[in-house]
């Protein structure tokens, strides 16, 4: 059962007007200059059939805890969590959230100087002042103590959450929240995923940041398990 995303009654929506497009399991919430609920549901339900059929062609592309072969023929929301997930190697599903988020955030900043699209933790923010993330760690004692300071850009960046003590996603790892920042929110899903994976305990965190930011295209990492905490790269808290 998903557990109710009652944290978002915290979100200071500032000026930008948030909604919640839901279309089956897609269920995010998204904020942008004015509403636009109707161009937000379309787009969703436009990228959940690109994924779906495509895994009535490919079905183990939806099981495999492996990075999947690459497939000229794929549409652009596929072909990117397969590029993604390989470059974190892990599964392609494991970038599903984020790269929804990412697709979605994109597609919308054509109708929307500011965006945010959130889905699960799994974050894509385009905004023209600084925003604030709280780290949600489930039982930790420093869950939601812990604040992203994510600056403006003239690049969209995504923000995500993996967890291997909350949750419904399949974990390997025991953290209570690896949070990885990438301009791609595809591939911050999928670093978070498999960086959690290698969480077992504290004595994991050191090893486990390391091993992140090998991988290309991830700026920065938080770790949380317990009351311990790691972080690496370019990430900035408030």
Not at 7 to 14: D, L
Not at 43 to 69: D, G, S, V
Not at 118 to 129: L, R, S, Y
């Amino acid at each position: 059962m998903v557990e109710p995303r009652t944290y978002r009654n915290r979100i200071r929506a500032g000026r930008l007007e948030f909604y919640n497009p839901c279309v089956a399991e897609t269920d995010l919430y998204v904020g942008t200059d004015s509403n636009l609920y109707s161009v937000a549901l379309d787009i969703i339900i436009k990228y959940r059939i690109n994924i779906e059929n495509y895994i009535k062609i490919n079905p183990a592309f939806r099981n495999t805890l492996a990075p999947f072969p690459d497939d000229p023929f794929a549409p652009p929301i596929v072909k990117e969590m397969i590029f993604q997930s390989k470059e974190a190697g892990v599964g392609p599903m494991a970038s599903v959230a984020g790269a929804m988020s990412h697709f979605v955030g994109t597609d919308l900043l054509a109708f929307s100087e500011n965006v945010i699209v959130e889905n699960g933790g799994d974050d894509f923010i385009k905004t023209t002042e600084d925003a604030h993330v709280a780290v949600f760690a489930g039982a930790s004692p420093l869950s939601e103590k812990i604040v992203l300071k994510i600056r403006s850009r003239s690049i969209p960046t995504g923000v995500c959450t993996s967890s291997g003590s909350i949750g419904h996603s399949l974990s390997f790892g025991r953290a209570d929240a690896v949070c990885v920042v990438s301009d791609s929110t595809a591939l911050a899903d999928a670093a978070a995923t498999a960086v959690c994976n290698r969480v077992k305990d504290e004595k994991d965190i050191r090893k486990a940041l390391e091993w992140g930011m090998r991988v290309e295209g991830v700026r920065g990492i938080l770790i949380i398990i317990k009351d311990k905490m790691g972080l690496i790269g370019d990430i900035e808290l408030a």
